[in-house]
């Protein structure tokens, strides 16, 4: 596959961004040829590469971006194709090595894996599926605050899905765990790759069927019901989170 087209080039978790076409364009040998760079999609029409740099190239107009000022910068597309780069340039660094045996891994041409020639094991990229559940009583939203949000936010309750536990499972552990109430009827929003490390929130509704909410202080700092007219602030636009507050505020 030809090396000319879109660069995503990352040095220290911030990428490399310009003003007029978001990622730079050109031929590998504009960048210094790496031999490491991915194939991670199509921009504009053009093969998109990413890779991993020492130090980001100075081209005029460029400035190192992190991941997360990208969905501002250039919107929900471009996001989520520097959302796939940086997961898998993270997938390429932490498998040089198989982690079976300690053998120098190889990328494999056919597929999206790590192979060790030694033992032969696969590495794929990762995924941590987790889940997100906005829970209603009538009205009201049940939101609530982890001590590692912005300050005032808060937001849907979420957790991973453990090993064996199917997502419904997970739901209702997760919401039991966090504070303290049973849900039911529970029904399917819509899902988000997430790119910080390597999630992807799969996100539901619920109905409150019972108990009294009792914050696990490990994990919740605070959690309450909201009226729609009198919500917190909530997450940036970003996240499935908001839109799937926002949803819950439409008319059926």
């Not at 194939?39 to 100075?58: I, K, M, N, S, T």
């Not at 932490?94 to 894996?113: I, M, Q, V, Y």
């Not at 590692?148 to 309750?157: E, I, N, R, T």
Request: with cysteine; aromatic share 10%; glycine share 8%.
């Amino acid at each position: 596959m030809s090396k000319t087209g879109y660069w995503i080039l990352r040095s220290e978790h911030r990428l490399l961004t310009l003003v007029d076409t978001v990622f730079p364009f050109g031929p590998a040998g504009a960048f210094g040829d790496p031999d490491n760079a991915l194939y991670v999609g199509e921009l504009h029409g053009q093969p998109c590469h990413a890779v991993d740099l020492a130090e980001l190239p100075e081209m005029p107009g460029a400035e190192p971006t992190p991941l997360r000022a990208i969905f501002q910068l250039a919107g929900p597309e471009i996001f989520a194709l520097a959302g796939r780069a940086t997961q898998l340039l993270d997938w390429q660094a932490n498998h040089r090595f198989c982690g079976k045996c300690g053998t120098p891994t190889e990328k494999k041409d056919s597929e999206l894996a790590m192979h060790c020639p030694h033992c032969g094991l696969l590495a794929y990229p990762r995924l941590s599926p987790a889940i997100m559940v906005l829970v209603r009583d009538g009205d009201k939203l049940l939101l609530g605050r982890s001590p590692h949000f912005k300050p005032g936010v808060f937001s849907a309750l979420a957790g991973f899905v453990e090993p064996g536990e199917t997502l419904e499972e997970c739901a209702a552990r997760e919401v039991r765990e966090e504070v303290g109430i049973e849900i039911t009827n529970l029904r399917y929003f819509s899902s988000q790759p997430w790119p910080f490390p390597n999630s992807l929130m799969i996100a539901f509704f619920a109905d409150y069927a019972g108990g009294e909410i009792t914050p696990d202080p490990a994990e919740i700092e605070a959690a309450e019901w909201f009226a729609p007219d009198a919500l917190p602030i909530l997450p940036d636009p970003i996240s499935i989170s908001r839109r799937l507050i926002d949803a819950a505020q439409r008319p059926a």
